[in-house]
């Protein structure tokens, strides 16, 4: 075993044997129809993923309520006529001998879509895209706290090995868990134990719905990186309490944002030379970003509960990708970019490839999330050019 580098041997989330350390990081598809049903690209996406080797297949966020759909072609959870699409993509994820958890979420009022006035825990503009939501009622916070248990219900029902609550990077959960975005003085808000109520209460209707054996994970809000945000000490404890009540590990991250690139960050870990290759002018202009960025985020909740723990966010190096598991820092490394552009990236690595992927983060996919099919911009000429077109426009919508 000890030939066998630490990332390409096998862990645990809760009930679940998972064969290798290397998650693909949620990643929204696009590849829906309007109400959320999956198209057939979304299944062979996940055909492919399965048979890419990674041990463990986190999906994009899936859509707990009409109310909660950040973009145009998400997928939906929303409802039961989405099961069957679904179905027959952890069906093709299985028979590659993977293994893939349902991200579940609610954008809250980071969304893109106009025709929804958007909803938040209180009347606080988004931090993105400057919308002003509209504040929940009492009773509509318990309703979405029953539309999470139900949509982990049709995860369960549509295969899903286990279920990855989106509590992270704007989105609702992180807006109550939030200071600055939650000014409540109710039963949801007013003080660090009032702002954990909407994620416990979500994380107990995910687990009646699932079973205490099924795994359940939750991407968490460690900081906000808006001023007057949340810190630190505050999240760690809702980390215990979550802990306590039995949910099966974390995935570390950055909660209220004011831009999508502080958590998707550009560069990283792109040497001159890779950049030339990539004729990534602008990199040449601006230094590399650095490595696993979440990597003290990681330790934190670590410490904080015992759980196994996910580190998402700029890995790209199996030197550092050792780094970190050896040093306890992380149980298991998620990749996000770095799989849309070699979704056969684990096999590669079994077939003893070392060194970095070849993603370079340069954000074109990100231009695209919620307009057009995932997929790596930057691997031909034709992918370039079409970027470039369409690219202004996709930017100035997203705020970016
Ligand atoms: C196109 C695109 C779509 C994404 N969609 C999601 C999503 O649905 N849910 C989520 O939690 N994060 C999403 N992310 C963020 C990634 O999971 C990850 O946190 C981020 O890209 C940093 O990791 P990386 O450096 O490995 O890409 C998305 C990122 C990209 C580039
Ligand atoms: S477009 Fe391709 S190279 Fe650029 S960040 Fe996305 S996956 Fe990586």
């Known amino acids: 075993m000890d030939s066998v580098p630490l990332y390409l041997q096998p862990g645990r989330i809760g009930s679940l044997e998972i064969p290798n350390r290397i998650a693909r990081g949620a990643t929204s598809e696009t590849m829906a129809s309007p109400s959320g049903v999956v198209y057939d690209a979304f299944v062979e996406l996940y055909r492919r993923l399965g048979e890419g080797g990674a041990g463990l297949l986190l999906s994009g966020h899936l859509y707990v309520d009409p109310r909660g759909q950040a973009s145009a072609n998400q997928t939906g959870i929303h409802d039961d006529k989405v ?16 293994r893939i958890f349902a991200q579940i979420g609610h954008c809250g009022s980071q969304t893109m879509m106009s025709r929804i006035t958007p909803v938040a825990p209180s009347p606080v503009p988004n931090a993105m895209y400057t919308i002003q939501p509209e504040e929940l009622s009492s009773d509509e916070v318990r309703d979405l706290v029953r539309a999470f248990g139900d949509a982990a219900g049709r995860a369960a029902e549509a295969g899903f090995d286990g279920i990855h609550i989106h509590g992270g990077n704007g989105y609702l959960i992180s807006e109550f868990c939030s200071p600055h975005a939650n000014t409540r003085d109710d039963e949801w808000g007013g003080d660090s134990e009032r702002r954990s109520r909407f994620m416990v209460e979500v994380y107990e209707a995910v687990r009646a719905a699932v079973g205490a054996d099924f795994p359940v994970t939750a991407r968490l809000s460690v900081e906000d990186s808006v001023e007057g945000g949340l810190q630190r000490e505050e999240s760690l404890q809702r980390a215990r309490v979550l802990a306590d009540r039995g949910i099966n590990g974390f995935e570390t991250t950055y909660g209220v944002m004011r831009s999508y690139f502080e958590n998707i ?17 602008q990199r040449v202009r601006q230094p590399a970003g650095a490595e696993a960025y979440y990597r003290p985020f990681a330790r934190a909740v670590k410490d ?64 695209h999330d919620g307009f057009d099919p995932l997929q790596c911009w930057r691997d031909n000429p034709r992918n370039v050019a079409v970027h470039i077109r369409k690219h202004y426009w996709t930017n100035r919508r997203k705020g970016q």
């Open 265 to 281: 960050r550009p560069y990283v870990a792109v040497g001159r030379a890779q950049a030339w290759r990539n004729l990534l002018v």
């Open 83 to 98: 099961i069957p699409g679904l179905r027959q993509a952890t069906e093709a994820v299985h028979e590659a001998g993977g």
């Open 304 to 367: 904080a509960t015992g759980l196994p723990i996910i580190l998402v966010g700029g890995v790209r190096t199996t030197q550092m990708m050792t780094d970190i598991l050896d040093s306890g820092d992380a149980d298991f490394l998620a990749m996000a970019r770095p799989f849309i552009r070699e979704p056969d990236l684990v096999r590669k690595l079994e077939a003893g490839r070392t060194g970095g992927v070849e993603c370079v983060s340069c954000n074109m996919c990100l231009a």
